[in-house]
């Protein structure tokens, strides 16, 4: 079945620090992409990365899809930062049903 | 704003109620899902709807019963609930179950059972 494992569980930042996400799946995975939730639970499409680099303001994505591994950069993190980043693929059948890692919680603190 | 709003919010039942959530997406989307988020695990799909039709029940209890009247249009009604199924449940929809991967997501409804 499809695997979406991701680390750090939790990460504390000070503001204005760099840091790096990481979202191991299995090869049965496609579509991968990259999701905010922010601390009332609203849940935002950061990226859609299958494959390659992506960014987006303080934000990029790069999804190496031969080593089943991607990466959400946040520099210069800010408080509005904080939140749970979850990564989730979508399993190679004809029927796209995503499936979610267990998330980083993320903390930027003045 | 994602374009999918929830109601209620916030949701107190009693294990012997009958409640219901309500789902509505304004993106002209054709595909529509519930999902639930307990503490310390990952999103759990529960039901997915395609043009009206269910396509996905991913072995969720009786208890929950969705009903989708259109594409816009999604309820989770509720009953006899156990304390283990409070959560944070979330709508989500996309432009066909092809395009899963481009779901916009809803605020969701944070239910306690008591």
């Known amino acids: 079945g499809i695997q979406v494992e991701q680390s750090p569980p939790d990460l504390i930042l000070q503001e204005g620090a760099n840091s790096t996400l990481r979202c191991n799946f299995s090869?049965?995975?496609?579509?991968l992409q990259w999701f905010h939730q922010n601390p009332w639970g609203q849940l935002i499409n950061l990226f859609y990365?299958?494959?390659g680099t992506k960014q987006n303001g303080r934000l990029s994505a790069t999804t190496v899809a031969t080593e089943r591994y991607s990466l959400l950069y946040i520099s210069s993190s800010q408080t509005t930062d904080s939140g749970v980043y979850f990564c989730?693929?979508?399993?190679?059948?004809?029927?796209?049903?995503?499936?979610f890692g267990i998330g980083t919680k993320l903390q930027v603190i003045p | 704003e994602t374009g999918v709003t929830q109601t209620p919010r916030h949701l107190v039942m009693g294990m012997t109620n009958k409640k219901s959530l309500k789902c509505e997406q304004h993106?002209?989307?054709?595909?529509m899902y519930w999902y639930k988020q307990s503490a310390k695990k990952p999103l759990e799909l529960m039901f997915v709807?395609?043009?009206?039709?269910?396509?996905e029940n991913n072995s969720v209890p009786s208890r929950f019963s969705p009903e989708c009247p259109n594409s816009s249009h999604l309820f989770l009604h509720l009953h006899t609930l156990q304390p283990e199924d409070s959560a944070l449940y979330l709508c989500?929809?996309?432009?066909?179950?092809?395009?899963?991967?481009?779901?916009?997501f809803g605020p969701g409804t944070r239910l306690t059972v008591t």
């Open positions: 709807y395609n043009f009206k039709e269910q396509t």
């Open positions: 990365i299958p494959s």
């Open positions: 993106l002209g989307h054709n595909a």
């Open positions: 989500a929809s996309s432009q066909g179950s092809v395009r899963a991967y481009e779901q916009y």
């Open positions: 989730a693929g979508t399993n190679s059948g004809g029927y796209q049903k995503v499936t």
């Open positions: 090869d049965s995975v496609n579509n």
